[in-house]
Nanobody
């Protein structure tokens, strides 16, 4: 019942910053846990960060803690990922996802098409 579209990806030098956006259309966004995943070439998709429906609880994988910040604006039906101090290993396609069952293994049933983030040396 919701469609997700990511934007904000691009090419940035190591140490730089990017801000990804995920715009949701349809009903139900406010009640969904939202998350960012990423997939590098030849690797499995991996969890990056999640935020609960109110924005009061967040989670990050260790590799991005202190560098990335997830946030959401329910009035705008948008979730963001501020990425700072980017490293080449952050290079991946970043996907936005939504869950109606919290941050659970099988909860993420809504997915965007992804946006490419490339961090150069």
């Amino acid at each position: 019942q919701v469609q997700l579209v990511e934007s904000g990806g691009g090419l940035v030098q190591a140490g730089g910053s990017l801000r990804l956006s995920c715009a949701a259309s349809g009903r139900g966004f406010r009640y969904y846990t939202m998350a960012w995943f990423r997939q590098a070439p030849g690797k499995e998709r991996e969890f990056v960060s999640a935020i609960n429906w109110s924005g009061g609880s967040t989670d990050y994988r260790d590799a991005v803690k202190g560098r990335f910040i997830i946030s959401r604006d329910n009035a705008k039906n948008t979730v963001y990922l501020q990425m700072n101090s980017l490293k080449p290993e952050d290079t991946a396609v970043y996907y936005c996802a939504g869950s109606g069952s919290g941050n659970t293994v099988h909860g993420y049933i809504y997915w965007g098409q992804g946006t490419q983030v490339t961090v150069s040396v």
